[in-house]
């Protein structure tokens, strides 16, 4: 078996691995030292167009009946999902290298969880009870009739992705994708070229994904995202990336008026209530703001605390992200690594000056770990004196940065909480679970943990609110993104039965 790493400078287009029809690549970066891992094919809008018209070719000839043929389907997610994990060694070094994950989670959401949950998106295929529903016999207009409905694969979806958790949202995307039927084109994002690559090569080479069923285009160019959101051969198309991004995307996607699924972006509200037990929420606060250095659509990064216990959770939270530190992705217990790149902590950096611009104060952190004079590194840190209103309390840094703001009881935590452009996810800690529960109710996001509770799973559904997106991403909801709507009637009676297509 060689190395996969020798084979990522290819795309998948049309069933074949192949280089950039200009023949150019273009790096990857490992962002905890800055070496260059290697390069990957750059793709150009000749390559996306050839990649296009392979998965509309594929979805409308179906010569291998993979748009009707369920159980086919399931083998080959089945057969991926086995070809991952038997690379997954080489999987994870190369995801640590690539992404700057830390080793933790590649045994969760950053490879071990998503490549599982190929399999899940191989038993929905099989399992899936809404192929074909009976509505029964009905006189509509006066004419007696017998209604059906049925679902059907989208078609053509032009699947683009990421950088922050590259395994996950590809497969979310490409699995539940493959699943439902349709054909795939995936655009990944340029700073993880690597793991799409990845990807390709194995459903290429290890499964039996037929000729143009799944394509995937690396390439530095962002346009050819725009490309394949606005070409007319794509049905569909499902995007992760930042909110500003996904405005552009759907912009694209008007003119041909094809559907639109969108994962956004996040400032999610950790809230504590009164009764709460502080040392343990505060700790959990602070190790999710840490983690994969808050790269992640769905961290709480407002901690909504009430007034009076302020300098307790504040003393406690900053001592938990003082001790998580910044450090080596690739040291088992390092919580919080690199972020992608110099670009994104310029950023970063930018929202730490207009903290303190705005009046906040850090608690810990507030610039790079001393002592790393190689790679992207940003401390822990941990925001306080502002209030809601704050431009750092309202937006997305995406870093390892942890804003407080005090509330005056439950109704203000929720008033705190909404009053956001985003609706993701968010956290409520109180020792009466009903009473958190009824906080939950109220905040307008797509997840909402209660006392630690973990709802990440290739069974539920993940989106957002508000400008946090449209659509479900995962689970039944997930899958069904991925399928067509259509009624049919015919004259009652017992003679005529359609077959269970699909099913
Ligand atoms: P991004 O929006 O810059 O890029 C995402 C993808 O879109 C990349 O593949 C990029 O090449 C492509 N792209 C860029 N311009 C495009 C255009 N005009 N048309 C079509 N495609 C285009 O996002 P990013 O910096 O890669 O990722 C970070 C952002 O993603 C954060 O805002 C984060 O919150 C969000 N995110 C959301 C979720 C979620 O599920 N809600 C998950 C992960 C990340």
Redo the contacts with the bound molecule.
């Keep these: 078996m060689t190395a996969l790493r020798d084979h990522l400078d290819r795309n998948l287009i049309g069933g074949k691995l192949v280089g950039s029809s200009s023949s150019s690549t273009f790096e990857t970066v490992n962002p905890a030292t800055e070496e260059v891992l290697g390069v990957a094919a750059d793709g150009v809008p000749a390559d996306m167009d050839t990649a296009i018209g392979a998965a509309r070719r594929a979805f409308d000839e179906n010569t291998t009946n993979w748009t009707t043929d369920a159980a086919f389907r399931a083998r080959c997610l089945r057969q991926l999902r086995d070809a991952m994990q038997s690379h997954s060694d080489e999987l994870r070094e190369l995801t640590i290298a690539e992404v700057g994950a830390p080793r933790f989670l590649t045994t969760l959401a950053q490879l071990d969880s998503p490549v599982e949950d190929l399999g899940y998106a191989a038993d929905l295929a099989e399992s899936y009870d809404g192929w074909l529903i009976d509505l029964g016999a009905a006189t509509p207009a006066g004419v007696p009739s017998h209604r059906w409905v049925l679902r059907e694969p989208a078609g053509v979806v032009g699947a683009?992705?990421?950088?922050?958790?590259p395994h996950q949202?590809n497969l979310a995307k490409v699995g539940p994708a493959l699943a439902a039927g349709c054909t795939v084109v995936l655009?990944?994002?340029?700073?993880t070229p690597w793991a799409a690559a990845a990807l390709a090569h194995l459903a290429a080479t290890e499964t039996e994904i037929p000729t143009g069923v799944l394509n995937v285009v690396n390439?530095s160019?962002?346009?050819?995202?725009?490309?394949?959101?606005a070409d007319p051969r794509v049905d569909l198309v499902s995007?992760?990336?930042?909110?500003?991004?996904?405005r552009?995307?759907m912009a694209?996607a008007a003119e041909t008026l094809k559907r639109v699924f969108?994962?956004?972006?996040?400032k999610s509200a950790f809230i504590i209530l009164d009764d709460a037990d502080v040392a343990s929420a505060a700790a959990l606060a602070a190790f999710t703001a840490c983690t994969h250095a808050g790269?992640?659509?769905?961290i709480t990064t407002r901690l909504v605390v009430p007034r009076h216990l302020h300098d307790e959770v504040v003393e406690a939270t900053a001592a938990t992200m003082a001790a998580l530190g910044a450090g080596d992705p690739s040291d088992p217990g390092t919580i919080c690594g690199p972020v992608?790149s110099a670009r994104?902590r310029d950023r970063i950096e930018s929202y730490l000056r207009l903290a303190v611009e705005e009046g906040g104060t850090f608690a810990t952190g507030g610039g790079r770990p001393p002592g790393r004079d190689r790679g992207f590194f940003i401390e822990p840190t941990l925001i306080t004196g502002l209030d809601n209103g704050a431009r750092v309390a309202q937006e997305?840094i995406?870093g390892p940065v942890l804003t407080v703001i005090c509330h005056d009881g439950d109704d203000d935590a929720v008033r705190i909480a909404n009053d956001s452009p985003y609706g993701?996810s968010g956290a409520v800690h109180s020792a009466d679970p009903t009473r958190a529960w009824s906080v939950a109710r109220r905040i307008r996001t797509g997840t909402m943990s209660i006392n630690g509770g973990v709802w990440y799973g290739g069974d539920v559904p993940?989106?957002?609110y508000k400008a946090?997106?449209i659509g479900r991403?995962m689970g039944i909801t997930g899958f069904e993104e991925y399928l067509e709507t259509k009624a049919v009637a015919t004259p009652p009676g017992p003679e005529f039965q359609p077959a269970q297509e699909n099913a």
Excluded at 187 to 191: L, M
Excluded at 239 to 246: I, K, V
Excluded at 295 to 298: E, I, K, T, Y
């Design positions: 683009i992705t990421p950088w922050n958790f949202i655009k990944p994002a340029p700073d390439s160019d962002h346009s050819l995202g725009a490309m394949l959101a995007f992760t990336g930042s909110t500003a991004t996904g552009k995307v694209s969108l994962e956004l972006g996040g790269q992640g659509c769905a992608i994104q997305e995406f993701l993940f989106g957002g946090s997106g991403e």
